[in-house]
């Protein structure tokens, strides 16, 4: 045990060197809009700059949303970030009353490849895809991200043709 304190104890090392330096911290900006293509399908764009000391470091991402009421919405992205193109994302959300419960994935692979073998059967519409005893794999794929839950969502509740602004007209101007 007293090997073990003696050998943590010099490990550490200290120094009463008075250079004063200065570390920033990193900050972001996000710059974002849609354009609504009808009621239920948008188009978006989000810029996001993240400043770390004098690096910069910039993200683009484009997106097609779709929003059926206020029960389901679907999304597709695609983000260029750090020198990469090939970052494709997918988020699905259905809300049942205050509930509202999302799956999202990204990194997903936008290039694929084949394996062929006779050993195996694939379903129609693979084969018809990627051709007769074929499995497809990923080109190139390190990670991907999936995420999924719940929130509790109150409020945001789509108004009905009938929910018109109630007007109350002044004693005065009823006579």
């Known amino acids: 045990m007293i090997e073990l304190a003696d050998s943590v104890m010099h490990s550490f090392s200290s120094s009463t060197d008075d250079?004063?330096?200065?570390?920033?911290?990193?900050?972001?900006?996000?710059?974002?809009?849609?354009?609504?293509?009808?009621?239920?399908?948008?188009?978006?764009?989000?810029?996001?700059?993240?400043?770390?000391?004098?690096?910069?470091?910039?993200?683009?991402t484009l997106s097609a949303n779709v929003n059926i009421g206020n029960a389901f919405s679907a999304t597709l992205a695609y983000t260029a970030a750090n020198h990469r193109y090939d970052n494709l994302g997918l988020g699905l959300a259905f809300r049942p009353g205050c509930f509202q419960f999302y799956f999202l994935a990204d990194r997903i692979p936008v290039t694929w490849n084949t394996i062929q073998s006779d050993d195996f059967d694939m379903p129609a519409p693979v084969e018809f895809l990627f051709g007769e005893n074929s499995i497809p794999v990923p080109s190139s794929w390190n990670t991907i991200h999936f995420r999924f839950g719940m929130n509790l969502a109150f409020g945001n509740r789509l108004k009905k043709k009938n929910d018109k602004p109630m007007v109350v007209i002044p004693e005065q101007l009823q006579e």
């Open 19 to 60: 250079t004063p330096f200065t570390t920033y911290l990193p900050f972001g900006l996000s710059v974002g809009g849609s354009f609504d293509l009808t009621k239920s399908v948008s188009l978006g764009v989000l810029s996001y700059t993240r400043f770390i000391g004098k690096q910069v470091k910039e993200a683009l």
